[in-house]
């Protein structure tokens, strides 16, 4: 009897402290200072992004839907998680969405040398800097992320929980127990006048060996989507459109330095993509995964920019040590299998199907070995199951990531 009573009040005064946010979990990250450091100078480049924006409406980086409602108190959208590393100093900021409305939190997908990150910018009270960050690993992927027509995404809500005091709450939907956690909240007047958006956002540089944008290579192959996005009018949720919002004729990738990119609206207004050079297609298989034989010293490695947070390294240098992907499935006849894989130096790799005649192919230094880059090579494969070997009888072969046959 003593100890239900104490439990109660112990209950009790747990409600008390929590009332709002008890039922649900909290996305971990950083906050503070720690968060600043975390996001480095994919932060500071943002920061000189958006005063550009606000000085120079001529300044094309950046293109989506921009939101017209000022009475809207939310937005909800659903964006893409690419493992891409940025390299060359540039950054990827998309989707990026601050809702409509006077909101306080600007959600981003940053793209940094250091792997994908979701952040919290805080625009409210004075601030105006990183309110939290979470790097979207291997670990966050689990929870917060699901697949979608074969694009890993996220779901955001940021809706305003506080009308006297301005307070703005982001939450991220958990995947895992289908509740919405809790992101990051502020509070305060909001800092920067004018639109609201959910759109694509660069700084970048011109590569002199490609004469594109260093992102341009980065993110080749990937498409990056904003998809069912709602706002929040009257308590109910309802589409962005263009009663609502707009979103501009697409511009050319030529304005981003990037002439591989090409823009599209998916649905007027809350569905925009963009994608750089051509869209993957075919099935992709993770090195890592666990249907795969890792021969000799062949070994799983965690790595932050690797397709589910791990490649397979020590393949080759020998013909013991290799890696085979079993259970490819094909329809008879030549496919084009990309490698993609992560190397801090110049090497190559023999890639064969059903061990027959391997095809050798360079796998040039990608700049380290959590950074991804991709060969492609062509095999002929059988009709139903197949296995893929890759190997290197002389030399070490580079870590693999994944492999796509289309
Ligand atoms: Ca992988």
Same mark, same amino acid.
């Given at each position: ?53 606000? #000085?120079r ?54 793209y ?38 074969g ?49 694509f ?55 981003f330095?990037?002439p591989?990119?090409?823009?599209s ?18 099935t992709?298989?993770?090195?890592e995964?666990?249907? *795969? ?8 490695? *965690? ?22 992907? *079993?259970?490819i ?24 199907a ?14 380290g ?13 059988? #009709? ?23």
């Amino acid at each position: 009897m003593r100890a239900w009573i104490l439990l109660a009040a112990l209950s009790l005064s747990l409600v008390d402290v929590t009332p709002a946010v008890a039922a649900q979990g909290v996305v971990p990250g950083l906050t503070g200072s720690a968060a600043v450091r975390s996001a480095g100078d994919a932060a500071v480049r943002f920061r000189e992004l958006t005063e550009a924006r606000i #000085a120079r409406a001529d300044l094309h980086t950046a293109w989506g839907t921009f939101f017209n409602d000022t009475a809207s108190t939310g937005l909800r959208a659903t964006h893409t998680v690419l493992n891409v590393t940025t390299t060359g100093g540039d950054y990827v900021y998309a989707p990026t969405a601050l809702p409509p409305g006077n909101a306080c939190l600007e959600m981003t997908t940053a793209y940094t040398p250091s792997g994908p990150k979701l952040w919290a910018w805080d625009w409210c009270g004075g601030r105006d800097t990183i309110g939290k960050v979470v790097d979207m690993d291997a670990a966050f992927q689990a929870t917060y992320t699901t697949v979608v027509d074969g694009r890993r995404v996220y779901t955001m809500d940021e809706h305003r929980t506080s009308t006297t005091a301005n307070t703005w709450t982001a939450y991220l939907m958990n995947y895992r127990t289908g509740a919405w956690d809790v992101f990051y909240t502020s509070t305060g007047t909001k800092d920067i006048p004018g639109s609201t958006w959910d759109f694509f956002e660069i700084y970048t540089t011109v590569n002199p060996s490609t004469g594109a944008g260093y992102f341009c290579r980065d993110l080749q192959g990937a498409t990056i989507d904003a998809s069912n996005m709602l706002v929040q009018q009257n308590g109910n949720w309802v589409p962005a459109s263009p009663t609502n919002s707009s979103l501009a004729s697409p511009p050319s990738g030529s304005r981003f330095d990037c002439p591989s990119l090409t823009f599209s609206v998916v649905h007027a207004n809350d569905a925009w993509r963009a994608q750089v050079g051509q869209a993957q297609t075919g099935t992709s298989y993770e090195a890592e995964a666990t249907a *795969n034989t890792l021969a000799g010293q062949a070994v799983r490695r *965690n790595s932050s920019g690797a397709s589910g947070g791990a490649v397979v390294g020590y393949v080759g240098n020998g013909t013991a040590n290799y890696l085979q992907l *079993n259970n490819i499935t094909a329809t008879a006849g030549t496919h084009r299998v990309t490698i993609y894989y992560a190397s801090g130096e110049n090497r190559s790799v023999a890639v064969s199907a059903d061990n027959g005649t391997a095809t050798t192919v360079s796998t040039p230094s990608t700049g380290g070995w959590d950074t991804v880059g991709s060969v492609t090579a062509t095999l002929t494969l059988a #009709a139903g199951t197949n296995t893929i070997r890759l190997a290197n009888p002389s030399g070490w072969a580079p870590d693999i990531d994944r492999v796509v046959v289309s």
